[in-house]
């Protein structure tokens, strides 16, 4: 009993790590907000409660959720949960931004780490003092190896639909440029990061908050938590 219950806890871990975020757009075709699901089209998702719901620039609640409303929603694949749910006109997108770009700025420390499809244990990275500060859409990031401080200076964009995170810069003090494709997430006050280097120029971008062991665009996902001002 005891195997039977490992093996279903190892494949039921395998089967979330494959779990990817999907977009679906459709129109809305029922809501019941006490049992937090919708319908959109044909397709019927939970509502996770920390799902992003903006209508026409707006975070609002499920509650304001109209059946025939067009919407824009991204859902976990292997749970059928909806992350983010967009409805009307994206002017939301420039809102959107501004928004979003607002919450990333300052400094926050990583406390989660995995490269290369390997975890660290949390002594690893607090040993890293991995940081990054974000002015207006200036990055700065740093890291301690062999006992010497490393900096990487760059831009970003954002792109809050897909959720995409862009940024281009090279290490402090170099003038070999780099650039990565990823994606980020909001989880109360820390912030994910999962990037993939474009060293090829065909990198493609993560589906999900994990890292793989892809060649030569070897990919990173790192837990960032705000730091107080």
């Not at 931004?97 to 990333?104: F, G, P, Q, S, T």
Request: net charge negative; hydrophobic share 35%; aromatic share 8%.
């Amino acid at each position: 009993m005891i195997r039977l219950a490992v093996f279903a806890i190892l494949v039921g871990m395998a089967s979330l790590a494959h779990a990817e975020i999907l977009e679906l757009e459709g129109t809305i075709k029922s809501v019941d907000a006490p049992k937090r699901e919708i319908t959109i089209g044909r397709k019927t998702l939970d509502v996770a409660k920390k799902c992003r719901i903006t209508i026409d620039g707006k975070e609002l609640g499920i509650e304001d959720l109209k059946p025939d409303q067009e919407a824009t929603v991204e859902y976990d694949s292997e749970l059928e949960v909806a992350k983010s749910i967009t409805v009307g006109d994206d002017k939301a997108g420039d809102d959107a931004v501004a928004r979003d770009m607002k919450a990333l700025q300052g400094e926050w420390e990583a406390v989660e780490a995995e490269f290369n499809g390997e975890a660290w244990d949390r002594i690893a990275v607090r040993k890293l003092n991995r940081l990054i500060r974000i002015k207006g859409n200036s990055f700065h990031e740093e890291k301690l190896l062999n006992g010497k401080t490393v900096g990487v200076d760059g831009k970003f964009e954002i792109n809050p639909k897909t959720k995409a995170f862009d940024f281009v810069g090279k290490v402090t003090g170099s003038n070999n440029a780099f650039e990565y494709v990823g994606i980020y997430e909001f989880d109360g006050d820390k912030l994910k990061l999962c990037c993939r280097a474009n060293t090829d120029g065909n990198a493609t971008r993560p589906k999900n908050f994990k890292s793989d062991t892809q060649k030569p665009n070897w990919s990173h996902y790192y837990v960032y938590k705000r730091l107080e001002e």
